[in-house]
């Protein structure tokens, strides 16, 4: 198993096993999430097209994974930028740390922990931000689709620093795998405060 920290060149190349990673593992509860290549491919050139973002890649061989992706906020798209300009936050001061996928036969094996250090790393050597963060869906505890032994990843996040930013949430729509069409979806963002 490698993991390596990628960027420019080799992060667009990177991006169709990206899109793929996504998909599959989104698929999953709590995202429930029936996407596209096509789109998630688009959505990923948000990354290619700038020089400061990154991804954490697992590796076995020649075969990727799982992946972890990082980018300015200034340079997120408008959806995500949106809820901190209401708030009056700056997107400038702020790294976004994107996904999280890996297959399941690699998890527990410390490869998320890998990943939040190698964003919180990057995002340390570009210099400039104050503070990082991420977002994840927010789902019911009742949720039909729930899986009995669903753990949510809450204290892992915790562990690793992250606390929900009360009142600081955005709306994202796509289709879950038990519906006909998008529908709207409420994500919550995790901060730490970045350090040297």
């Given at each position: 198993?490698?993991?390596?920290?990628?960027?420019?060149?080799?992060l667009?190349?990177?991006?169709?096993?990206l899109?793929?990673?996504?998909?599959?593992?989104?698929?999953?509860?709590?995202?429930?999430?029936?996407?596209?290549?096509?789109?998630?491919?688009?959505?990923?050139?948000?990354?290619?097209?700038?020089?400061?973002?990154?991804?954490?890649?697992?590796?076995?061989?020649?075969?990727?994974?799982?992946?972890?992706?990082?980018?300015?906020?200034?340079?997120?798209?408008?959806?995500?930028?949106?809820?901190?300009?209401?708030?009056?936050?700056?997107?400038?001061?702020?790294?976004?740390?994107?996904?999280?996928?890996?297959?399941?036969?690699?998890?527990?094996?410390?490869?998320?922990?890998?990943?939040?250090?190698?964003?919180?790393?990057?995002?340390?050597?570009?210099?400039?931000?104050?503070?990082?963060?991420?977002?994840?869906?927010?789902?019911?505890?009742?949720?039909?689709?729930?899986?009995?032994?669903?753990?949510?990843?809450?204290?892992a996040?915790?562990?690793?620093?992250?606390?929900?930013?009360?009142?600081?949430?955005?709306?994202?729509?796509?289709?879950?795998?038990?519906?006909?069409?998008?529908?709207?979806?409420?994500?919550?963002?995790?901060?730490?405060?970045?350090?040297a």
């Open positions: 198993m490698e993991i390596r920290t990628v960027a420019g060149d080799e667009v190349a990177a991006i169709p096993a899109a793929r990673l996504r998909m599959t593992v989104f698929r999953d509860y709590p995202y429930l999430y029936d996407g596209s290549e096509a789109y998630e491919t688009g959505y990923l050139r948000t990354y290619a097209s700038c020089d400061a973002a990154m991804a954490v890649l697992a590796c076995e061989g020649e075969a990727i994974v799982g992946a972890s992706t990082g980018i300015p906020m200034a340079h997120e798209t408008a959806a995500f930028r949106e809820p901190f300009a209401r708030l009056g936050l700056d997107p400038a001061r702020i790294f976004y740390c994107g996904e999280s996928v890996l297959l399941p036969e690699y998890r527990g094996r410390g490869i998320y922990r890998a990943f939040f250090r190698g964003r919180e790393d990057w995002a340390r050597r570009l210099g400039g931000f104050t503070q990082i963060c991420f977002c994840a869906v927010q789902r019911p505890a009742d949720h039909p689709l729930r899986p009995r032994d669903y753990v949510p990843l809450d204290a996040w915790r562990h690793f620093g992250y606390a929900p930013e009360p009142g600081l949430t955005m709306q994202l729509a796509w289709k879950d795998i038990d519906r006909d069409a998008d529908t709207e979806h409420t994500m919550r963002f995790w901060f730490k405060a970045l350090t």
